[in-house]
T-cell receptor, first 114, second 114 residues
Framework: GESVGLHLPTLSVQEGDNSIINCAYSNSASDYFIWYKQESGKGPQFIIDIRSNMDKRQGQRVTVLLNKTVKHLSLQIAATQPGDSAVYFCAYEGPQGGSEKLVFGKGMKLTVNP | ETGVTQTPRHLVMGMTNKKSLKCEQHLGHNAMYWYKQSAKKPLELMFVYSLEERVENNSVPSRFSPECPNSSHLFLHLHTLQPEDSALYLC?????????????FGPGTRLTVT
């Protein structure tokens, strides 16, 4: 079936370093990808999204890269801060399309050491 | 914070109890969702309501019963649950129209079934 997977279950970095979180997806027809951040005790929070007609999109300290050839998505966080410690999920529009069928990855825990 | 609220935040119930989870969104969205989040698993979509009509239930056990009285409110009625139903239950909403598929999540209800 369709799936979204994260390469690394945990990532520990030093404050100030850059972080890269990776995600593999299997549905080549997906048109829309999202990164969510989930802090302890909270629900997932939208970080950044990207459409399939783009390779790169930048936000505030975050960049999402999309490689459709190998069906790979990554989230780069610049100058990682302790407040970035959280679980990060990638998600994409499922085979049926639309907002009703977001498929989520398992999540990867990022720990930022001061 | 996200415009989606959930109550209660924590719930402990016995297997013979009946309880309800409540979700309210203040974003003017027309689609609402229930997800189950268990440890080390991706988010599992349980129910989707679009324009107040259920469009997805993903074969969820009948001991979970959703109700969507209007576009701003969503309930999840629980009865005769099992210990394996213990999880974080997340509500989300979105504007199900065109290309906008980002979902906004509530903080979740941490459910423990004893």
């Amino acid at each position: 079936g369709e799936s979204v997977g994260l390469h690394l279950p945990t990532l520990s970095v030093q404050e100030g370093d850059n972080s890269i979180i990776n995600c593999a997806y299997s549905n080549s027809a997906s048109d829309y990808f999202i990164w969510y951040k989930q802090e302890s005790g909270k629900g997932p929070q939208f970080i950044i999204d990207i459409r399939s007609n783009m390779d790169k999109r930048q936000g505030q300290r975050v960049t999402v890269l999309l490689n459709k050839t190998v069906k790979h998505l990554s989230l780069q966080i610049a100058a990682t801060q302790p407040g970035d410690s959280a679980v990060y999920f990638c998600a994409y529009e499922g085979p049926q399309g639309g907002s009703e069928k977001l498929v989520f990855g398992k999540g990867m825990k990022l720990t930022v050491n001061p | 914070e996200t415009g989606v609220t959930q109550t209660p935040r924590h719930l402990v119930m016995g297997m013979t109890n009946k309880k309800s989870l409540k979700c309210e969104q203040h974003l003017g969205h027309n689609a609402m969702y229930w997800y189950k989040q268990s440890a080390k698993k991706p988010l599992e979509l349980m129910f989707v309501y679009s324009l107040e009509e259920r469009v997805e239930n993903n074969s969820v056990p009948s001991r979970f019963s959703p109700e969507c009285p209007n576009s701003s409110h969503l309930f999840l009625h629980l009865h005769t649950l099992q210990p394996e139903d213990s999880a974080l239950y997340l509500c989300a909403s979105s504007w199900n129209s065109g290309d906008l598929i980002e979902q906004y999540f509530g903080p979740g209800t941490r459910l423990t079934v004893t």
